[in-house]
């Protein structure tokens, strides 16, 4: 719903209001984010008494307003949303429009607008000759504001814009504190808290994608806010490229909030009459961290996600990447894809190394035709032999990349990105392609398309393992963006019966803007189910299981060498899109009669943890244990997992508390056999049983039993 009384501006989408109005001088001003209020004008009251500052010739201070898309170095000096140099901008209200569903943002990707209101406020700069529109998108069924800039040149020379954010938000409140979602390759999305004080925090990342370092999602929250009660604010960029939020507590401790494409190296010059469109930026308030995380759940499976896959169960896939490397060939792959099967496995997912002369990493990349020395059947030829098996056939790429030995990097040297004044760095022996240029783009598109469209392939999972360096120009970054989302359009659209999954080197590039693409994401290299309970738990905070691929490997692992048992593997990694990673031949026959447990457990309760509602019961970070738990929408079941990180000698058995249950049903333990009622659950909770030893679980598979 979206009301204009008055000078004011109400908003209001599933469980908040957004409350904006147009003051007195014309400025466009924020007013309030939070729960419902009633559409009811009142009066005007953020002003407050201020000395030592300057006045427009009307007697305006813009540095006391809070505006809704701040320009700088007019009477305003805080961080501005929208600069073109230092003269600034102040962008005064020129008219607005509501209509129903959402602009598209061109070559971006964006949520869905069924069941959507746009509010569109043009802004205009008359002295700067610039516009912006600012378009609000709220839903009835969804808790979460889209917001999106347009900003043009109206003037008769060019205009370059050095920033450009996506929203901006101001907060009167104090005692703030800010989390967000930091880490490494095998060590994504850990969770930092900070209290705000006065200053700037620039949450951000300038790496070319989106970041192990530094996840587009951040949230400011009162400092005492907790999982159950307190006011939390989201904001996550649509944006897979170098993305900001910036936040600033100015001198009289107001939070200013800006989020978009990172300032730094970005550069957009503006012909007349040219405009430049905004990524998307999704915005929710909620009570408590645990509402805010199921309101970006619910909205990330069902407006972010879209296709035949965003909604369906996802295939439990046995990936070779783990189990051979580079060093297979097709009876190989053959033997681990018909024990697959056996096991109750349904997708055998070939990775690294089919192509080219790729025996190691040093090669090849560029070069999309099948090595028929490993493969003398082709990629045809083994889809053919691993779908008579009965399994599903998918197959990894990395089409953003190129390898300086290949066939494509001889025949265009020029194709690699470079600064031009030295030869670009290597990482893992491979250069980023110039995805700027249509060429390279067009040449991505078909090579992948011609092998999607040569064999029966129904999974894909797109690879990229390094940074983007020594990027020519200013704005490269953006513009690398635009060229990755048009290939991925094109590639996704002329192909809606593939699952796509994302992947960079891990969890790198974690975001809202590949998910439009690709509905699910490999989390981390990092499988062991130790360091998945940190990942999988901060993950959590913005993105739902169902985006996250979650496998069981080799014990001990091949990264941490830490020994965990295969059924701690399999109980943290059912909490997500389940798989496996490891060479099933060499297993012991105890691991396999596990392994067809685990697929078995995998087909009854994935539809509950894809798509039920996820509660967090116990920190890992703060404490010995990590919880969490799934609750089908309708509440008929509940998948439970605990995990103990260490063995405390004579330490009492934790009790928690669960969530999300029917008070009044009784619900049967499928895995013991034991009936709680669900009040008892979660108002006394439970005493966790752990088995004996460190790295241990304890999970429940909760059925309602009337
Ligand atoms: C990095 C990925 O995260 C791994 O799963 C694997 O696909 C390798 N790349 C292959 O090079």
Known sequence: MIKKIDDMFFLEGKNFSYVMRVSREGFLLHDYIGEKIAPVPYPEDSRGWWCVQTEDADGVCLDELRQEYPGYGHTDLRRPAVSCGPAGLALKYAGHKITDGKPPLPGLPSALGDGAETLT????????????????????????????????????????????????????????????????????????????????????????????????????????????????????????????????????????????????????????????????????????????????????????CRGKFARAERPILINNWEATYMDFDEEKLLSIASLAKELGIELFVLDDGWFGKRNNDRCSLGDWVVNLEKLPSGIGGLAEKVNSLGLKFGLWFEPEMVSPDSDLYRAHPDWAVSSGIRAPGLARSQLVLDLTRGEVQDYVINAVNSVLDSANIEYVKWDMNRYVTDMPRKGFNHEYTLGYYRIMSAITDAHPNILFEGCSAGGGRFDAGVLCYMPQIWTSDDTDPMERVYIQYGTSLAYPPSTMGSHVTDGPNQYTRRPVSMNTRGDVALSGNFGYELDITKLPESDLRAIKDQTALCRELRTTVEYGDFYRLSDPFKCNVGGWMSVAKDKSKAYVTFTKMLFEPNSANVQIRLKGLDPSAPYTDRLTGRTYMGDMLMNRGISVQFPHGDFATASMWLIRSK
């Open 121 to 304: 406020v043009t802004l205009r700069d008359k002295d700067a000759k610039v516009r912006a529109e600012l378009n609000y998108t709220v839903y009835d069924s969804y808790g979460v504001l889209c917001r999106s800039a347009v900003i043009t040149n109206e003037g008769d020379g060019s205009v370059t814009l050095d920033r450009a954010y996506s929203a901006s938000v101001e907060l009167p409140r104090l005692g703030l504190s800010e989390m967000h979602l930091h880490g490494s390759w095998g060590r994504e999305r850990h969770i930092a808290e900070n209290r705000l004080v006065p200053g700037v925090y620039d949450i951000s990342n300038a790496r070319g994608g989106s970041g192990h370092q530094i996840n587009p999602f951040v949230i400011v929250k009162d400092s005492l806010a907790t999982e159950d009660s307190g006011f939390c604010l989201g904001i996550m960029p649509v944006y897979s490229g170098n993305h900001s939020t910036e936040i600033e507590v100015d001198q009289r401790g107001r939070t200013r909030i800006n989020s978009g494409i990172n300032p730094f190296m970005f550069e957009k010059t503006l012909a007349p009459g040219e405009s430049f469109t905004t990524p998307e930026c999704l915005l929710a308030a909620a009570d408590g961290l645990g509402e805010l995380s199921r309101t970006f759940h619910d909205f990330i499976r069902e407006r972010i």
